[in-house]
């Protein structure tokens, strides 16, 4: 979006960029040397091979020569810890545009790139308000909307008015010199400058991290009061253009009139348009790729429209994000969630950047300035005293009826929060120089407010905040007990409310949720997504992924030594080849279960700091086993380009289908061992026990799998079935279903294989991993091997239960896998409990017998020999058990 | 308060409750109100029964949690005492003011108070600590049906094992309150209407 509106903005070009970017001149020649040849006919001495079309692409290029100017101060500005921390980053790229200001301007004195409101207001503001919209916290939001309200409006026509009278009665004493204004003109200025601005405000309290409810009254305050400064602006704008004499009563109140029009109409729009954007996306399962464009597209239409209807733009977006966000969530992929989440960020970081940066540039035009002193500084000085007059007076009105009291040092922020910003200078630019006489002095003005409001009050904010220890907000975990009892709560709220016989927030929630619940949510969510979308159960779904992931984490820690020895091209070669998995793998994974399961489980709060991005994890999980996990032969059309398919469907769907299943017996496994430990064990802590018990069950398998004598495992297969419901283990083996730990296994090692391949940092010792009985004689990461197929494995396996031959191929393939693997695997299966061991035997009896794959048994005879290590270290290991 | 006893009586009643309550005369006097319209016998006593016919309710999962927590032991009726009840959730005062006072009982509307109002409502056997199956029961009735049970199970033992620092196995109360430290309990469980 912004792209397209800077090529819009094409007249930003000048010609005196070639003196800024002089570096660059190369570029563009270069670029004219690819081009397409047929557009080099157009010159008069026949065919040329190269020619210079700077004029062709002159006006996109220079836009984005812009944007990576931006981009790349803010990379020079994070270089330096020092500098961010204290000095906001707006206030840094306005400095920066002044520079570059000056630089243009003494180069070629002519001010062509300015901040224009066309630019603005349709590319530059739209990413930034959905973006807020989107990620609103939306109970936060509704919770303290009253008072949002309260400052939005009342607060926005109070700093109008009394800034614009003020301005006023200043200038009838005559200090400011001859003006040729009148009062609307200054009520028209000060409707521009009243409002607090969502881009300044954003920057600013991004780095400050007040406590949440501060911010989100100011923040609130500052996208609500959109709707008050675009009707107060379009009411004095023509006012001021119908003349003073000639306004009457009936255009006062059409004024008022329009106010609720403006504000309910851009409400409803953005609210129409979420409703519509939520049933897209409940259809487009078969076309995930687009699925993040239609968030954008629609969202942003819900601003055009409103803008066309001339209602408020800002309004309609924020509440398109904030309507849309739950069941947008609910119902694209997990993927396309993050797509969004990024670009989303991205598009409003970017125009965040740019808007400051071109703040900072449209300062520096001669023409533009014209300063009055009086007029300036007393602009300054109204807008801060009315502000915080009218916080103070707003907030005793509302004290008497919040619950949580907004203290004095809340006050203080909030008056000192209120920051001007680009929508104020994009207004004043707006205006009509015939219309507005004095639209120079406005402009200059603004700027000077602008500046003034994000760098100084920038920069002061934040020690202002640490000196007065306002409440910071605080990122932390979720917990289950929090999300279970805060539910619990809200119930017995609204329980009593009920019984009170009042109506209140809860009384209004407990409505509204009711209403989601069986109406939206059924109009607006596929039935997948309705199923799953209960708050407690993604809580407890998103701590397990957590501990999967840092059990994994930990896994590669530890055992990456193995990794780091073998060229990373080893690796994938191994995924290819480990997919179908062979027994020998499997029972290296209930080994490790078993072996593996106490420490890691003891490191777990060691593990904090890595788990900050789960879900970027989880995304980067599920992708790389849509990419590796192999149910079905391995199929060649995936390495093909394909612009509207990541990953084939069928592969997708098969994933989704027995992650699915892992779950399930994963939760099904997790009843069966608590009931099992009920019954032996009484006084152990719970989770303690839970290890305990995974470390005797899983220990079943390993014994069973693929070695020593048939009694010893029908001993196992006795014990287990002490552990676990008779009727559960029955299920499991009846049930001929395997591809849960394959599923697991290679998504463990996908990540696996990602991380010690990317950061080859972590040189913890192999041994360190293996507890006293685990012994690994024999195997060194480096020992070559002699590149014949491994012999060893058939026999081991086949003198068990397993008649048929297993293919070396399969159990070499993931020979030099396998250790690594293990360790990985356990870990993440140390959460698994007894159930992968038990599926572990389950789907031996199903899918043993392997197809042959001779192409790949063909293809690891040409593999570097490291990357058939020692595939026999396994048996080692294992027959040692 | 009730109907019964001489004006003087009722007075001296009335301070008791406003003291005790910390509701300001105002409020009590909706509450009254609002207790008489509840009384549909005209009794003067407040029955389970009555309780439960407030329509409002019928879709609140944890109903008869919280219409028992009014009838304390196995009481059938509760008197205008029902106040001390919705006291517990009467916003907190000025942080500083409760905590100067150590001598006083804590007020109703403390946040200890309003935390074991809570804790009540899961401990059903009131051993003082929620045990697993209590837990199970709170999230049955909270959670929707699309969740299966062999999930609530595991929730509710991740949920337990999550609070119980001291590995007995259930939640004390002592676990409770510190595994809602992070939560602003004295707003969350306070409501702005009964200021």
Redesign the interface.
């Known amino acids: 979006v912004t792209g397209l509106g800077a090529v819009r903005e094409g007249r930003l070009a000048f010609p005196a960029w070639g003196l800024l970017f002089l570096a660059l001149w190369m570029l563009p020649r270069v670029l004219g040397m690819e081009e397409n040849p047929e557009h080099n006919n157009h010159g008069n001495e026949g065919f040329q091979i190269v020619t210079f079309k700077w004029d062709h692409v002159q006006d996109p290029y220079i836009i984005a020569l812009w944007i990576l100017v931006a981009s790349l101060a803010k990379i020079v500005f994070h270089l330096s810890h020092k500098v961010t921390s204290v000095v906001p980053e707006s206030a840094l790229l306005i400095v920066l545009g002044l520079i570059l200001g000056g630089i243009v301007w003494a180069a070629d004195h002519i001010a062509s790139f300015t901040l224009t409101p066309t630019l603005f207001f349709f590319y530059l503001l739209p990413p930034i308000v959905l973006d807020a919209g989107y990620f609103m916290p939306n109970r936060l939001f509704f919770g303290n909307l009253g008072t949002i309200l309260l400052y939005a409006v009342i607060g926005t026509v109070w700093n109008a008015a009394t800034t614009g009278l003020s301005l006023y009665g200043v200038y009838l004493s005559g200090i400011m010199g001859e003006l040729r204004i009148g009062l609307l003109d200054f009520l028209l200025f000060g409707s521009l400058i009243a409002a607090v601005d969502p881009v300044a405000v954003l920057a600013v309290f991004e780095e400050v991290h007040v406590n949440e409810v501060l911010f989100i009254i100011v923040f609130g305050e500052s996208l609500l009061n959109d709707a008050v400064t675009v009707v107060l602006y379009n009411v004095f704008d023509s006012f001021v253009s119908l003349g003073a004499d000639k306004v009457t009563g009936v255009d006062c109140v059409k004024g008022i009139v329009s106010f609720f029009v403006v504000s309910m109409g851009g409400t409803l729009i953005g609210v129409i348009f979420a409703f519509l954007l939520s049933l897209v996306t409940r259809f487009t399962k078969h076309v995930r790729i687009i699925e993040p464009g239609f968030v954008f597209i629609i969202s942003y239409l819900s601003y055009l429209t409103s803008e066309m209807l001339s209602l408020s733009a800002i309004l309609a977006i924020t509440f398109c994000g904030m309507c849309c966000q739950k069941y947008v969530k609910a119902n694209i992929s997990e993927q396309s969630a993050t797509t969004v989440r990024y670009t989303m960020k991205m598009l409003a970081s970017g125009a965040e950047t740019i808007i400051f940066m071109f703040l900072g540039i449209s300062a520096v035009d001669p023409y533009i300035w014209t300063w009055n002193t009086a007029f300036i500084l007393l602009t300054l000085v109204f807008i801060s005293v009315y502000r915080v007059i009218g916080v103070v007076l707003q907030t005793w009105l509302l004290n008497k009826?919040?619950?949580?009291?907004l203290e004095i040092i809340d006050q203080v922020v909030m008056s000192y929060g209120g920051l001007r910003g680009a929508v104020a200078y994009a207004l004043v630019v707006l205006l009509d120089e015939n219309k507005v006489k004095e639209k120079n002095l406005f402009v200059s003005t603004t700027i000077i407010v602008v500046f003034f409001t994000v760098i100084f009050q920038g920069l002061t904010i934040k020690p202002l905040v640490q000196w007065l220890k306002v409440k910071k907000s605080?990122h932390?975990e979720p917990?289950?007990?929090?999300k279970?009892?805060?539910?619990?709560?809200d119930?017995?709220?609204?329980?009593?409310?009920?019984?009170?016989?009042?109506i209140?927030?809860?009384?209004l929630r407990?409505k509204w949720s009711?209403f989601d619940r069986k109406v939206l949510s059924k109009l607006l969510m596929r039935r997948s997504a309705?199923?799953?979308r209960?708050r407690?159960?993604n809580v407890?779904h998103e701590?397990n992924l957590k501990d999967a992931i840092s059990y994994v984490a930990e896994g590669e820690r530890r055992g990456s030594l193995a990794f780091i020895r073998s060229p990373s091209t080893d690796n994938i070669v191994n995924v290819d080849f480990s997919t179908p998995r062979p027994s020998t793998v499997e029972a290296s994974v209930s080994y490790l279960l078993r072996e593996n399961v106490s420490t890691v489980c003891l490191d777990m709060q060691a593990l904090e700091q890595r788990r900050r991005s789960i879900r970027d994890t989880e995304d980067t999980v599920t992708h790389h086993t849509l990419q590796q996990y192999l149910y079905k032969p391995r199929q060649e059309y995936k390495h093909l380009y394909s612009r509207h398919e990541l990953t084939s469907n069928e592969d997708e769907k098969q994933d989704k289908e027995i992650f699915h299943r892992t779950m399930?017996k994963r939760?099904?496994s997790?009843?069966s061992t608590?009931l099992g430990i009920n019954q032996t064990k009484k006084t152990?802590?719970?989770?303690?026990r839970e290890r305990g018990q995974k470390r005797r069950n899983s220990s079943i398998p390993n014994g069973k799998i693929p070695m020593e004598s048939p009694t010893h495992d029908f001993a196992f297969k006795e014990k287990e079935l002490e552990f676990s419901d008779p009727e559960e283990t029955n299920e499991y083996e009846v049930e001929p279903m395997s591809g849960g730990i394959e599923f697991l296994a290679s998504v463990t090692q996908d990540t696996a294989t990602d991380s010690t391949t990317g950061e080859t940092g972590s040189d913890v010792p192999l041994t360190g991993y293996s507890s006293p009985r685990e012994k690994l004689p024999s195997w060194k990461p480096d020992q070559p091997y002699d590149g014949k197929p491994p012999e060893t494995s058939p026999k081991t396996n086949s003198s068990q239960n397993n008649p048929l031959p297993v293919n070396p191929e399969e159990l070499g393939g993931p020979g030099p896998k396998a250790p690594q693997e293990k360790r990985t695997l356990l870990n993440m299966h140390a959460h698994l409990r007894s159930a992968a061991a038990r599926r572990v035997q389950s789907r031996r009896s199903f899918h043993r017998p392997k197809p042959l794959r001779y192409p790949k048994l063909q293809k690891l005879a040409s593999l570097p020999q490291s990357c058939h290590i020692l595939p026999h270290s396994l048996e080692q290991e294992e027959t040692q058990l | 308060m009730g109907s019964h006893g001489s004006h003087y009586e009722r007075e001296a009643e009335l301070d008791l409750i406003l003291e005790e309550t910390g509701f300001s005369r105002a409020n009590l006097s909706g509450?009254h109100q609002?207790f008489q319209?509840?009384d549909k016998n005209k009794n003067g006593f407040l029955s389970q029964m009555d309780?439960h016919n407030?329509k409002?309710?019928e879709?609140?999962?944890?109903?008869d949690r919280?219409i028992n927590s009014?009838f304390p032991d196995g009481g059938q009726c509760v008197d205008f005492g029902?106040v001390w009840v919705?006291a517990h959730?009467r916003?907190l005062e000025?942080e500083d003011s409760t905590a100067g006072d150590p001598q006083k009982p804590k007020p109703l509307n403390s946040q200890n108070n309003k935390l074991h109002?809570?804790f009540q409502?899961?401990d059903l056997d009131c051993d003082g600590k929620i045990s697993?199956k209590e837990?199970l029961q709170?999230?049955r009735l909270?959670?929707?049906v699309?969740?299966?049970d062999?999930?609530l199970?595991?929730?509710a033992?991740?949920?337990?094992?999550?609070?119980?620092e001291d590995?007995g196995?259930a939640v004390s109360f002592e676990e409770f309150t510190r595994?809602?430290d992070?939560?602003n309990?004295g707003?969350?469980?306070?409501?702005?209407?009964?200021?």
């Open positions: 009826y919040r619950m949580v009291q605080e932390r917990k289950l007990n929090e279970l009892h805060g539910r619990a709560f119930h017995i709220l609204s329980a009593i409310e009920d019984i009170s016989g009042q209140g927030h809860n009384y407990d009711n309705q199923k799953s209960d407690i159960l407890f701590l399930r939760l099904e997790f009843k608590k152990a802590k719970l989770y303690k | 509450l609002r319209y509840l309780l407030i409002e309710l879709r609140n999962p944890l109903t919280i009014f029902f919705l959730f916003p000025n109002f809570a409502l899961y697993k837990m709170v999230l909270i959670v929707g699309e969740v299966t062999e999930q199970e595991v929730i033992s991740r949920t337990v094992q999550e609070a119980d590995g196995g595994s809602l992070k939560m309990v707003h969350k469980m306070s409501i702005r209407i009964l200021k």
